[in-house]
């Protein structure tokens, strides 16, 4: 009877032991394939971590990520996640280069019970010499430079380049000339830009010109601006392009003036002295957004010609339906080489044509590629060999994409 | 001939008169048009729809001044469907310039809101008031009658000093309300100055009762005491009912809704904010302490807020949805203006986003849907007298000078 | 040396900002931010340029009662009114960007709400009225390219409209089809005979299915700016682009000298 009850004892003890451990197996199973790498492409102190869910994601409650110096620890949480999640990229300001980092990835259930995945590490954060994404923007910038000197070079040696027609930079001595029939000044623009816009430097080489033809007929020239900065290139070209016409005297500092760097009060102010002065001709040339229609519509109510300019895609419509003459985005870069036929400057107007070719060829290639790839990946059905084209193919398209975006 | 010939050259004072009728006379006379409510808006309608009363509401005001047209009705939309439905809001911004506005919704829903129960809030308050000095009677009553019990003097110069407290202290509540129309936090600062000057002098009222007393006639004294306790919970209940009415009636800053203000980085503040709303906004817009706002004891971080919306004009909802969203699981509603709503469709079918107005459009829909036309409502049919004014005078001037081209080739 | 020592700056500059592009290691990496941050200081110092020639300019017209000297007057006072407000409001909270400046009469944000938000608002409206007289000078059906134009432009509008749809789209089968016989009778019968046929078309699917033309227009008009819309917005985009980095290669290079004064 004794011996029973102790035998009982005795198997008690491996039985309650065995349905504790039966509990625990109940519990969740941790995350899987924990992986610590140093964050390519980067400045440093970076680690991205990643793993597979915990097979029983549905009934966890968060997802906990641990970090220590050493694999023993002591482990520190760094951060949670209340939905299912595989990644973090640690780039705590704690984090050192070239310092070794353990990492750890707990689950917690209701009631706080909680599974640890394997140790990952040591991983280490470097800093790297150079982000492979931009492996292409490297290639083109070469490749473009490299078009550029060419042509430069092309066109030194031949003085005959052809460059065709642009109506609105042909207007401008026209223009120019009708203010002077008409005994009004010149209005001319910069829009909302900077100087560091490349519109606005190139309007400045048109502005050179007109200034020029203006003292030559001695026309007044009005220009009001939006940033004081673009109004002192704009005062020095004006004095220049005067001297260079022979006619220093002729030049008004107070024509040249500063309005105010709002839109919107930009475009009431141009548009008073519009309707004050009455120009004759009316030159609308760099960054414009929506007061774009406002200055055409008034300049062209007081009577003026208008020849506009800009690279902003979403006024064009506007100018083009308001405008006599429109520059359409390369037009206006193009006007500094149209109007003074400079050699460097036509050959580079080469080289961006040639690049646009490239650029378009590279377009068509790749969208050929993925079409292919598209049509075959949806009829190839179960036949082999148009499966593993299709295959290849769209590998293929993969990689160009990869190998073109960047980031 | 002539006419044609005029017909292809309008002056355009003529269009611009023209363009001032289409535009003002459809929002002149509200003409009702009928619309379908699209499924976007539809499911952020029923986002907050179901939210239950005293739930927590984030509006995060990402837009400015240039985009008031179309953003301000959503705002104006939903701060009134929050108050309706008893939500409390808190606002706070990633544009300086675009917190104004928002306050000024804010503001606005809080006064229309307290403006159409204030009949009902001014009878609560007059007949708590009533009961108050019904209850003071009652405790003159027994006052007089221990005081008879007792042979005690109890004048009627001793009940007109306690009249006249409980009619001071009545009338200091009704003054504050009338000054402070907007029943801003200062209000119920005054309220709680008042009730608590007026605690203050009926217990020296009631000391100098029994100070007269004190060592002649204990009973006397311990019947004054039991009198006074049972007023003084009276007058408690007085001021409780004042808070239940206003908690009925009324929508008060620091209790219904705050403002945060702004604060720079944006990225920091949305991640920030999954831990603890304090470490980025420890004053609100006015430089009260947050902690002294009744509304933010509860709230702490995105657990507590049930839905977050962005009224944006740039890219400010993607933000929200990648670290908000993403990381903690914040639902998002998004207001936004025409030009940028196509790019979140995505957001909708992943169901990152609960919903989403768009333009002027998705602001009437959901105008019509909480049954408050605003100025989305009203704006819609100018946008469309508008666009038809438009495509007539295109037509117009193209077909006038079809005819004038014939006529022309005919004589040559 | 005047002028080489601006280009010198210039190449140098520009060379090693493109550098960094590519080298994220730091103190590399964050150089294009930091310069940025340099960029808009220095912008905001020139502002005071701007501000002493617009008070001199004005300054000027006031004393010597020019034309139009009551409107400079307008202007200086606007300008330094502005400026006391926000002095006002920093002095009262520490920042002129305080959002309680709202409410209070002369706070710097009540300037902004009851000046700045009307003006731009009137200015931004101004937009609709000019839309409709360039669009009516604009856009008549004089060559193939402008017909088709104003197709496109009209199905937009329409695919926009919350009501009068049907009456549109006939009003645009009218003109197709007056087009048509415009074109027959000057002797284009292709042409002309394909506008009658879609403008008839058009008029005729329309009166038989109204339903299905009030669901679709919005269609019609989302595929109109999705597809040939974009695809020309891009066209230009990739022009325009290219178009910038051979102008800033000429800048660096020294090629294009425009922004220095004597070349």
């Known amino acids: 009877m004794v011996l029973a009850y102790l035998t009982a004892l005795l198997f008690a003890q491996p039985v309650a032991a065995m349905q504790a451990e039966a509990i625990q197996t109940v519990a969740f199973r941790p995350v899987a394939n924990l992986d610590a790498t140093d964050t390519p492409n980067d400045a440093g102190r970076s680690i991205d971590i990643s793993w597979d869910l915990s097979p029983d994601s549905a009934r966890v409650k968060r997802y906990e990520v641990y970090r220590a110096e050493s694999a023993k620890g002591p ?150 601006n939006y940033d004081p900065i673009v109004m002192t290139a704009a005062q020095e070209t004006v004095k220049q392009a005067f001297s260079e016409a022979g006619r220093p005297d002729l030049y008004r500092e107070s024509d040249i003036t500063f309005l105010t760097a709002d839109q919107f009060g930009y475009a009431a102010g141009v548009d008073g002295i519009m309707l004050r002065e009455k120009p004759g001709t009316v030159f609308l040339q760099g960054v414009f957004y929506a007061e774009a229609l406002i200055l055409a519509e008034t300049a062209h109510s007081v009577g003026a010609i208008q020849i506009a300019g800009t690279n902003m895609a979403t006024q064009l419509p506007f100018f083009i339906a308001a405008c006599d003459y429109t520059l359409i985005g390369e037009e206006l870069f193009a006007a500094s080489a149209y109007l003074d036929r400079d050699p460097q400057l036509l050959g580079s107007l080469k080289s961006e044509d040639m690049a646009k070719i490239i650029t378009v060829a590279i377009i068509a290639v790749v969208s050929i590629v993925g079409t292919v790839g598209a049509i075959l990946a949806s009829v190839s059905g179960k036949n082999e060999i148009l499966l593993s084209l299709g295959e290849f193919v769209n590998d293929l398209f993969e990689t160009l994409k990869g190998f073109l975006t960047t980031s | 001939m002539k006419f044609i010939k005029w017909l292809t050259n309008i002056d355009r004072r003529i269009i611009f008169l023209l363009m001032i009728g289409a535009v003002l006379v459809p929002m002149l006379f509200t003409i009702p048009v009928p619309f379908e409510v699209g499924e976007p808006v539809q499911n952020a309608f029923n986002a907050i729809d179901s939210l239950k009363p005293g739930s927590v509401i984030m509006l995060s005001v990402d837009y400015d001044a240039t985009s008031y047209p179309e953003c301000q009705p959503m705002i104006v939309a939903i701060t009134d469907h929050a108050f309706r439905k008893d939500l409390r809001i808190i606002l706070l911004g990633h544009i300086p310039t675009g917190l104004p506005l928002g306050q000024e919704a804010l503001e606005r829903a809080a006064t229309e809101y307290n403006q159409s129960h204030k009949a009902e809030y001014r009878q609560a308050v ?110 408690t209940e007085y001021q409780e009912d004042l808070g239940h009415a206003a908690d009925q009636y009324l929508k008060r800053y620091g209790i219904d809704f705050v403002n945060l203000g702004y604060r720079p980085g944006v990225v920091a503040i949305i991640v920030g904010m999954g831990r603890e709303i304090r470490d980025f906004y420890r004053k609100d817009y006015q430089n009260i302490n947050v902690d002294s706002l009744h509304m933010m004891a509860d709230v702490h971080n995105y657990d507590d807020i049930a839905t977050l919306v962005s009224f944006a004009h740039g890219t400010a909802v993607e933000s929200w949805i990648a670290y908000a969203g993403a990381r903690f699981g914040q639902q998002i509603i998004g207001g936004v203006t025409g030009v940028v709503a196509p790019d979140l469709y995505p957001y909708l079918q992943s169901g990152q986003l609960a919903g989403l107005l768009g333009g002027l459009k998705g602001a009437s829909e959901y105008e019509s849907l909480i049954k408050k036309k605003g100025l989305a409502s009203r704006g819609m049919p100018a946008q469309s007298t508008a666009h038809i004014l438009v495509i007539l005078l295109i037509v117009i001037g193209s077909m006038a000078e079809f005819a004038l081209d014939i006529s022309k080739r005919r004589e040559t | 040396m005047k002028r080489t020592l601006p280009l010198i700056i210039t190449f140098l500059a520009g060379v090693f900002v493109v550098v960094t592009f590519f080298i994220p290691r730091e103190p590399f990496g964050s150089l294009e931010q930091r310069m940025l941050v340099w960029a808009s200081i220095l912008g905001g110092f020139t502002l005071l340029l701007g501000i002493d020639s617009l008070i001199k300019h004005h300054g000027r017209k006031l004393a010597r009662r020019e034309k139009d000297w009551f409107y400079s007057l307008v202007t200086l006072l606007g300008l330094f009114g502005t400026l006391a407000a926000g002095i006002v409001t920093w002095a009262k909270y520490g920042t002129p960007l305080e959002l309680a400046s709202l409410n209070e009469v002369g706070g710097f944000f009540w300037v902004y709400k009851w000046v700045m938000v009307p003006l731009q608002g009137t200015m931004f409206a101004l937009l609709a009225f000019f839309i409709a007289s360039a669009a009516y000078r604009a856009f008549r059906a004089r060559t193939f390219d402008a017909t088709l134009l104003l197709i496109a432009a009209i199905l937009v509008m329409i695919g926009r409209l919350s009501m009068g749809v049907i009456p549109a789209t006939l009003v645009l089968a009218v003109l197709l089809v007056a087009a048509g016989i415009h074109r027959l009778l000057i002797r284009k019968p292709v042409f002309g005979a394909i506008l009658a046929v879609l403008g008839v078309g058009l008029g005729a699917l329309v009166l038989a299915f109204p339903q299905d033309a009030i669901r679709l227009a919005p269609q019609v008009q989302e595929w109109l700016m999705s597809v040939p819309q974009t695809a020309a917005r891009r066209g230009i985009l990739i022009g325009v682009t290219l178009g910038t980095i051979a102008m800033s290669i000429r800048i660096i290079l020294g090629i294009e000298r425009t922004y220095i004064s004597s070349t």
Not at chain 1, 192 to 217: E, F, H, P
Not at chain 2, 194 to 217: D, I, P, T, W
């Open chain 1, 75 to 224: 482990f520190e949480k760094i951060v949670e996640f209340l939905i299912p999640t595989t990644s973090y990229t640690d780039a705590d300001t704690l984090l050192r280069n070239k310092k070794d980092y353990y990492y750890r990835v707990d689950v917690v259930g209701k009631l706080e019970s909680r599974a640890s995945s394997k140790i990952a590490g040591p991983a280490i954060a470097k800093p790297q010499w150079f982000n492979r994404n931009r492996l292409a923007v490297l290639v083109f910038a070469l490749i473009y430079g490299g078009l550029v000197i060419l042509y430069i070079e092309f066109a030194k040696r031949d003085r005959g380049m052809f460059v065709r027609r642009i109506a609105g930079l042909d207007a401008i001595d026209e223009a120019v000339g009708r203010s002077t029939e008409m005994g009004k000044p010149i209005l001319f623009s910069f829009g909302i830009g900077y100087l560091t816009d490349v519109a606005t430097l190139a309007a400045l080489s048109i502005l050179r010109r007109v200034a020029k033809r203006a003292a030559q007929y001695e026309t007044r020239i009005l220009v009001p």
């Open chain 2, 126 to 235: 007059k007949h708590a008031g009533e009961e108050l000095k019904r209850h003071t009677a009652g405790y003159q009553g027994s006052l007089k009658s221990a005081a008879a019990e007792f042979d005690q003097e109890y004048t009627p110069r001793h009940q007109e000093t306690l009249d006249g407290l409980v009619s001071d202290y009545l009338e200091k509540v009704d003054s504050a309300a009338v000054k402070f129309q907007k029943h801003t936090f200062e209000y119920w600062e005054a309220v709680k100055y008042a009730g608590e000057e007026f605690n203050r002098h009926a217990s020296e009222y009631q000391k100098r009762l029994e100070g007269g007393v004190r060592e002649k006639n204990p009973g006397y004294v311990r019947i004054l005491e039991r009198a006074a306790a049972e007023y003084d919970k009276h007058v």
